[in-house]
C-alpha cells in the first residue's frame, strides 16, 4: 500500500497556490449533462477522481478535451443513460450524474457508489428528493434505476433533512434535477456549503432560475433549457486550510495564495481562538488580484 514518510522538525516559508475544489468541479462537471451546448470550465486540479468523473462522462456520450487547468465539454450522444459500476464504484461523488441524466434524458441508470447501502449514508436523501419530483425509483442489481414521469419532471417542495443533517450531494443533484422540471421547486433545509452556491452559480450562468443558494431554502423555477457556460471553479477551501495549518503547526510564516478566505470564516474564528494570527490580503500575479492568507 502507499504510504507517507514525513521528516519533522523543520520550517517552512514561502508561498503556495490553492488549486480549484475538487467537490465543486465534480457536480459541475455532471451538470454538464444539462446542455447541449459546449461547456469550458477553468481552475480544474488534476485528481484521479476528476479523470474518474471525465471517463464517466465519456461514458455517457460526453466529447471530453483536458489541457492543464481547463475542460471543454460538449455532449455528443445521448443515447446511453447508464453510468457503469466499474467506474462509479471508484468514487462516491459520481452519484451526481443521477439528477442531470434524469432531468436531460427523462432516465438514469446509476451504479450504487462504492456499495454504498441505502439508508445508512445519503443516498436515501438523493432518491427521497427525485421521487418528490416525480421519479419512478428502483434498484435492480446494484443499480438505481430513475424514470421521469410522462411530460417530465415537475416542481414540488421538497424536505432534504436526514438523520446527519442535510447532503451537499444531494442537494446537488435534487438542484440539478429540478431546473429542467415544469413548475417551481424549494428545497427546504438544503446544504449550504460554498460548493452548492458554485454549482447554483454555474447552473444559472447557464440559464437556470436559482435563488437562495447558501441558505437553507433555495427556491429553483424550471426552464425548458440550458445552454453552454464558461466557468471558473471555486478555490479548494479544504486545502487552503491545510496550508494554513502546516504553518501555524511549523510556527512559520508562508502564504497561500489564490484562496477565498469568506469560504474560511468558521475555520479561521478557531485559530483567532487558538491564538494563531492570520493574516489576510491581496497579491498581484499575472495581472491578476487573488486573495490571500498568511500564517504568521
Not at 117 to 140: C, K, N, Q, T, W
Not at 243 to 258: L, R, W
Request: aromatic fraction near 4%; include cysteine.
Amino acid at each position: 500500500m502507499d504510504m507517507f514518510r514525513i521528516k519533522g522538525n523543520a520550517k517552512l516559508s514561502g508561498s503556495i497556490a490553492v488549486r480549484g475544489s475538487k467537490n465543486s468541479a465534480l457536480p459541475i462537471l455532471a451538470a454538464s449533462l444539462l446542455t447541449d451546448g459546449k461547456c469550458t470550465f477553468s481552475n480544474i486540479p488534476k485528481l484521479r477522481d476528476i479523470q474518474t468523473q471525465v471517463k464517466i462522462l465519456n461514458t455517457l456520450g460526453v466529447e471530453t478535451n483536458w489541457r492543464g487547468n481547463k475542460i471543454q465539454t460538449k455532449v455528443v450522444d445521448k443515447y446511453n443513460s447508464t453510468a457503469p459500476y466499474e467506474l462509479v464504484r471508484q468514487m462516491r461523488a459520481s452519484i451526481c450524474t443521477l439528477g442531470p441524466l434524469l432531468a436531460k434524458r427523462g432516465e438514469a441508470i446509476v451504479s450504487l457508489p462504492g456499495g454504498c447501502v441505502i439508508g445508512e449514508r445519503p443516498i436515501d436523501l438523493h432518491l427521497r428528493g427525485l421521487e418528490a419530483l416525480g421519479a419512478e425509483i428502483s434498484i435492480e442489481h446494484g443499480y438505481v434505476h430513475a424514470k421521469a414521469p410522462k411530460g417530465g419532471l415537475r416542481g414540488a417542495e421538497i424536505y432534504m433533512g436526514g438523520t446527519f443533517g442535510s447532503s451537499v450531494t444531494a442537494t446537488d443533484n435534487v438542484m440539478c434535477a429540478a431546473v429542467l422540471a415544469k413548475g417551481t421547486t424549494i428545497i427546504e433545509c438544503a446544504a449550504c456549503e460554498p460548493e452548492v452556491v458554485d454549482l447554483a452559480n454555474c447552473l444559472n450562468a447557464m440559464g437556470a432560475r436559482i435563488s437562495g443558494a447558501g441558505s437553507p431554502r433555495m427556491t429553483i423555477k424550471g426552464v425548458k433549457r440550458l445552454k453552454g457556460v464558461e466557468w471558473r471553479v471555486i478555490p479548494d477551501r479544504i486545502e487552503a486550510a491545510t496550508f494554513v495549518i502546516a504553518g501555524a503547526m511549523c510556527q512559520s510564516p508562508i502564504t497561500v495564495t489564490g484562496c477565498e478566505p469568506s469560504h474560511l470564516l468558521a475555520f479561521l474564528d478557531v485559530l483567532r481562538k487558538k491564538d494563531i494570527k492570520v493574516e489576510r490580503g491581496k497579491k498581484i500575479l499575472n495581472g491578476r488580484s487573488r486573495k490571500t492568507l498568511k500564517s504568521l
